[in-house]
């Protein structure tokens, strides 16, 4: 009953914020400049058929009659439709959210199957080669910038070798999907197996000095216990707080992966529609962003308590 209330209570304190959110990105996206009719009919366009696109859209109004129009729509579950494209926003989102979900899930389970090892392995021989191998890898990953690094793994196993698309997607094959994903996955996730690494090799490093591990040595616990149940087990509670961070990031963030590798998926759909001043597309796409942040958020906060039971939701 303590977790519902606390997850009621942070639902609760999710609409404010999305409201705060909504009325910032609405009204900055009208003073950065740019009008919609030019971008969608061109240079060319006639004053005639500019002001015809202005009242079409509803543009013509006073901001504030724009914002209230917007927020209506929203609580009906409307999220307008697109300026450039005349879809719905829905629909566009439906259609590519999928693909940017599939990247972060492969993202993140390579982040984790590669971090976890590693990071505890680093924790456990501290200062021993294996932990300064492993120190140096995290430093590599970090110091590569991901647009980079998708080159070079484009030309090597996507040209060079042949082993895996280069990019593109298609929409229909699902193992093809899979190989098409694999090398943006791994672009997508070389900092965060880093910063994942660095942490956890902190966290064992850290706690394996604590008292109450010298003394449930000195209780006779088996020795696999202690690492498991007092090492390890504390220690992911950073690991994944960093993790949750850094996925909801990866769901916002996949603009650069998504645009090297030609994806079609949310964050391309993204920079497209900053660049067109597609105002009901990028207002929707960040409140999605700003939920699913919170959401992520939230789930982290409920896993503590399995990982620590002292964690209270008393506020």
């Known amino acids: ?74 609580l009906h579950g409307d999220l307008g439709t697109s300026l450039s494209v005349r879809r719905p926003v829905a629909e566009l989102v439906a259609a590519r959210f999928p693909v940017t979900v599939k990247l972060t899930v492969l993202s993140a389970f390579l982040s984790i199957l590669i971090s976890l090892p590693l990071g505890y392995l680093a924790g456990k021989y501290k200062d021993r080669p ?12 970090i110091a590569m910038p991901s647009f980079w690094v998708g080159l070079l793994l484009m030309m090597l196993f996507g040209v060079r070798l042949g082993w895996l698309p280069a990019g593109g997607w298609d929409s229909t094959n699902f193992w093809t999907q899979c190989k098409s994903l694999l090398l943006p996955a791994l672009t997508h996730s070389l900092s965060l197996i880093a910063l994942l690494m660095r942490d956890l090799r902190n966290s064992v490093v850290d706690i394996s000095r604590m008292d109450y591990v010298d003394f ?42 998504e645009s090297v590798f030609a994806l079609p ?48 939701y008393h506020e």
């Open 130 to 141: 294996a932990d300064q191998g492993i120190r140096a890898l995290a430093l590599v990953f």
């Open 216 to 257: 449930a040595r000195s209780k006779g616990i088996p020795e696999s216990e202690v690492k498991g149940r007092h090492i390890f087990r504390n220690a992911l509670i950073s690991y994944v707080t960093l993790l949750s961070i850094r996925i909801a990031y990866m769901l916002g963030g996949s603009v650069i992966t």
């Open 1 to 74: 009953m303590e977790r519902l209330n606390y997850c009621v209570r942070r639902v609760l304190q999710i609409i404010p914020v999305l409201f705060v959110i909504s009325v910032v990105i609405f009204f900055l996206m009208r003073f950065i400049g740019g009008d919609p009719a030019v971008m969608v009919l061109g240079d060319k366009a006639t004053s005639e058929a500019i002001a015809a696109f202005h009242q079409r859209a509803g543009l013509d109004d006073p901001l504030p009659i724009q914002y209230v129009r917007y927020m209506r729509d929203i």
């Open 265 to 312: 998926g949310i964050g391309k759909l993204m920079i497209d529609s900053i660049f067109g001043r597609d105002y009901a597309v990028v207002q929707s796409l960040v409140l999605i962003f700003a939920a699913m942040v919170m959401v992520i958020n939230l789930l982290t906060d409920i896993l503590y308590s399995f990982l620590d039971p002292r964690v209270s």
